[in-house]
């Protein structure tokens, strides 16, 4: 199982990005999936989680200005950034919780993407 993200950069103070991340494999089912954000010399912290009846929560700092949203049918989830501040520069990592298939049964793994960097700068 792989996430793959995609849509990081620069953005400018006040602007917009949109982040996309496809997860791949043996894939029997997709529950939640999330970005978290880690800046230098910081945690790691959760920025937004959707469930995969699309239920979503957010962290403080981004409500009102992110957007979660996932296809289930295409395995992906994205995160539209607006109103962009500089304190939102960070790499940012996709998470999905995945039911993939052992033998004949089946087994719930954590996956990572491997990050993408949104740099926010005039």
């Known amino acids: 199982v792989q996430l793959v993200e995609s849509g990081g950069g620069l953005g400018q103070p006040g602007g917009s990005l949109r982040l996309s991340c496809a997860a791949s494999g043996s894939i029997r089912r997709v529950n939640s999936m999330a970005w978290y954000r880690q800046a230098p010399g910081r945690e790691r912290e959760l920025v937004a989680v959707i469930t995969s009846g699309g239920s979503s929560t957010y962290a403080d700092s981004v409500k009102g200005r992110f957007a979660i949203s996932r296809d289930n049918a295409k395995n992906t989830v994205f995160l539209q950034m607006n109103s962009l501040k500089p304190e939102d520069t960070a790499v940012y990592f996709c998470?999905?919780?995945?039911?993939?298939?052992?033998?004949?049964?089946?087994?719930?793994?954590?996956?990572w993407g491997q990050g993408t960097q949104v740099t926010v700068s005039s």
């Open positions: 998470n999905a919780e995945i039911v993939v298939p052992v033998y004949d049964d089946s087994e719930t793994v954590v996956a």
